[in-house]
């Protein structure tokens, strides 16, 4: 299996063939997806296989915007334990850094991020790992849960400030105007979804971090065992596991995982990432979990991910998500 999605996500394409009077089951097995695997723990689809059902279901609705029915389909347990830890987040902010740290459990076909400037929080696509052929309906979905979470976990009024759209106006763009209430850029040069930033750090009233920290647990558990099956992903892991110790070398890690450090490079290069990328990847997550779960000083987590000075720490922090690491710590904080 190269990129895969996890298993239960396909319940809400089920609801959405259906909300058209189809037959899902049909599409499901001429998309060679098998339902059953729904009850399989932390079973998952091969991408080709989601993005098959997904043109199938776009034929036969005759729907370009077939995605957007997500909104109406969704819930939050199709998201694993992600769903939950995002329920009892502290605050929208902190519910969507989760979904950007663990989206890869959710699908590794595309990265996300999250970066905040001025009054704006912006959730965006960043890297692309594997084009599918149905990526207008697929990132339409992605977005239409999104809004739903939010409103889920607020109220029905929620609107973002704007929308972003990397695939060109459709016939139905009304659709997209009575769902996201807000004002949309088609054609755009990647996909992304802008937010106030004052909504999105309002304290919730579901929130509860030890509900929340604990299905983070479950995801991050489920994650690491999702990272031993690609090259890049055991990499990654390994750094995490070893950066709190000091600065790593690529040839350590090499060297832990048996290859030569021409091998590494190579195979990491086979999976369109390099060494400096993922270290960034490893330094940012452990980053955003010392600062704002572990309350650590500034001090020693420039030690611990190897920057040579609390400055250099500093930046690479604000550039990973808008805010310095004392200004991220009171976000994550606020009650």
Known sequence: MGYSTIATTSQTLWRVIESYGLDPAAVFEQAGLDPAKWNEPGARFDDKRIDDAWLLATELSGDPCIGLRVARCFSPASLHALGFAWLTSDSLYDALSRLVRYFRVISD????????????????????????????????????????????????S????????????????????????????????????????????????????????????????????????????????????????????????????????????????DEDTTWSELLDQARRELALRFIGERQMPVKEATYMLGFS???????????????????YRQVTTRR
């Not at 647990?217 to 750094?239: C, T």
């Not at 720490?313 to 998500?321: G, I, L, S, V």
Request: hydrophobic content about 40%; glycine content about 4%.
């Open 109 to 156: 076909s595309v990265e996300l991020e999250l970066t905040v400037a001025g009054h704006e929080c912006r959730l965006s696509i960043g890297k692309i790992m594997h084009r599918r052929r149905s990526h207008d309906q697929s990132h339409d979905a992605l977005w239409a849960a999104v809004v739903s979470l939010c409103r889920i976990s607020t109220s029905d």
């Open 158 to 269: 929620f609107v973002p400030l704007s929308l972003e759209l990397e695939r060109p106006q459709p016939p139905c763009v009304a659709d997209f105007y009575a769902l996201f209430r807000a004002p949309i850029t088609f054609g755009a040069t990647r996909d992304s979804i802008i937010f106030p930033r004052d909504e999105v750090e309002r304290p919730l009233p579901t929130a509860n971090r030890a509900l929340a920290h604990s299905n983070e647990q479950i995801v991050a558990d489920y994650m690491a065992r999702l990272d031993q099956k690609r090259f890049s992903d055991r990499v990654r892991h390994r750094l995490v596991e070893t950066l709190p110790a000091g600065g790593i070398e690529a040839g350590d890690v090499a060297r832990s995982l048996n290859v030569s450090l021409r091998t590494l490079q190579r195979r990491l290069a």
């Open 309 to 327: 000075e609390p400055a250099n720490f500093t930046r690479a922090f604000r550039r990973w998500t808008g805010r310095s690491p004392t200004e």
